[in-house]
């Protein structure tokens, strides 16, 4: 089945901390990949995507994201953490195309930055 | 350029009164979609326009939720007979083609009392 998770539920890291976020998929082919924040109370903002190509792809904010097909993941980094970063991640896989297209989102993982 | 737009942005529903809730896509955007977010969930999805014809609403929970796109812009997500499961933030969502980004509304919360 077609599944996408994010296995950490919570992460709290420092300020000026490194950061990584980890998404694993399940699908036969190559999905197209995303990640999103959300801050409360807002809509989904796009960070970065995946089609093709480089597998390490560059976004918004200072993040970026490494797309390991033997491992099926798309763990999301950034190397200083700052504290308007604290928000929700969700990492999100394309499955079909055209008439069956359909994002399917991970559960999400809240982080928290400490001052 | 003007993002997605989603009206109300908040609705008090008592249980089993009928709700429509609007998404007005950005314009051009082909794709619309539906999500449903329960509190301290990622997004689920609902159902999937391409201009006015729903393509896929396998997510649908039950067949008191109803969405329609009739004229393949504005779309509006009707749940019938609310019931306080429904209670959730509806998201939507469009799209120019099938492998561009999704661009997201600030949702509408639903509140079922």
């Known amino acids: 089945a077609q599944s996408v998770t994010q296995p950490d539920i919570h992460i709290t890291v420092s300020e000026g901390a490194s950061l990584e976020l980890r998404c694993n998929y399940s699908?036969?082919?190559?999905?197209?990949l995303f990640w999103y924040v959300q801050s409360p109370g807002q809509g989904l903002q796009l960070l970065l995507k995946?089609?093709?190509?480089?597998?390490l792809v560059q976004g918004i904010k200072g993040f970026e994201a490494e797309f390991k097909r033997s491992q099926s993941s798309f763990n999301l980094r950034k190397p200083s953490v700052h504290w308007s970063d604290a928000a929700e991640y969700f990492c999100?896989?394309?499955?079909?195309?055209?008439?069956?297209?359909?994002?399917?989102f991970g559960s999400g993982t809240r982080l928290l930055v400490r001052p | 350029g003007a993002g997605v737009s989603q009206s109300p942005r908040y609705k008090v529903a008592k249980r089993g009164q009928d709700v429509a809730l609007r998404c007005d896509p950005i314009s051009g955007h082909v794709s619309l979609f539906w999500y449903q977010q329960a509190l301290g969930q990622g997004p689920e999805f609902l159902t999937y326009?391409?201009?006015?014809?729903?393509?896929?609403k396998s997510g649908l929970p039950s067949d008191r939720f109803f969405a329609e796109r009739p004229e393949g812009s504005v779309s509006t997500l009707k749940i019938q007979r609310t019931q306080q499961e429904d209670s959730a933030v509806y998201l939507c969502a469009s799209s120019s083609s099938y492998n561009s980004p999704l661009h997201f509304g600030n949702g509408t919360r639903l509140t079922v009392t």
């Open positions: 995946y089609f093709s190509g480089d597998t």
């Open positions: 326009f391409q201009n006015e014809a729903q393509l896929d």
């Open positions: 999100a896989v394309v499955f079909g195309m055209d008439s069956s297209y359909k994002l399917i």
């Open positions: 699908y036969g082919a190559t999905p197209y």
